[in-house]
């Protein structure tokens, strides 16, 4: 594959070295993350919409866009949503203590006032900071799994295994004694 590198005279290998690769790399880097965030611009200003008492109609008109499907719909969609955002608006301008994360403001949002508003405080909630933290722990997963499989013999994996998928059976300690004292030794019991 050809690369479209500029070369440039210059004095020593690290100046080469920063101006035809370093430089490059840094910028294709910036410009594919601000890509990556410019996507979800919208999206979090529309949450954030939710904590001023004076946000554009627009930003909750487009989260609620978003997630239409999780909404209560009737047909007027935006009509309803609009109105209720101006009584939550409403509501945070006669508060005396302004909530400070998402969780405070499902705590004082009425369900059944504002059903759209804590819908989508409660989608805030549970949206996950960045994936990084599912990535390291599928990650994580997958390494665990690797050396359980490589540092264990198939019947006690095959055993954990039917263990997780039996889990909502109980068993008694007694019946284990029991089914193992049935089973034959495979070393000799010596004294």
């Known amino acids: 594959k050809q690369t479209n590198r500029c070369y440039i005279p ?13 430089i490059p790399y840094l910028d294709k880097f910036i410009t594919e993350l601000e890509e990556r965030f410019n996507v979800h611009r919208s999206i979090l200003s529309g949450f954030d919409s939710l904590f001023r008492e004076n946000g554009p109609i627009e930003d909750i008109i487009i989260l609620s866009n978003k997630y239409i499907e999780d909404l209560q719909n009737d047909g007027s969609q935006n009509q309803i949503i609009v109105a209720e955002y ?40 549970t949206l996950p900071v960045s994936s990084a933290t599912n990535e390291r722990t599928f990650s994580n997963l997958k390494r665990i799994k690797t050396y359980l499989r490589n540092s264990m013999s198939e019947g006690r994996l095959n055993g954990l295994a039917m263990l997780s998928i039996n889990k909502n059976y109980s068993i008694k300690p007694e019946e284990v004694i029991e089914e193992l004292a049935r089973k034959k030794r495979r070393l000799p019991f010596l004294l």
Do not use: D, G, H
């Open 10 to 22: 210059l004095n020593t290998p690290e100046q080469y070295y920063r101006a035809s690769i370093f």
């Open 86 to 125: 101006k009584l939550w608006q409403r509501k945070l301008i006669q508060t005396t203590e302004k909530p400070n994360n998402a969780l405070e403001a499902m705590a004082m949002c009425n369900q059944s006032i504002y059903p759209n508003i804590f819908k989508l405080l409660q989608i805030l909630v």
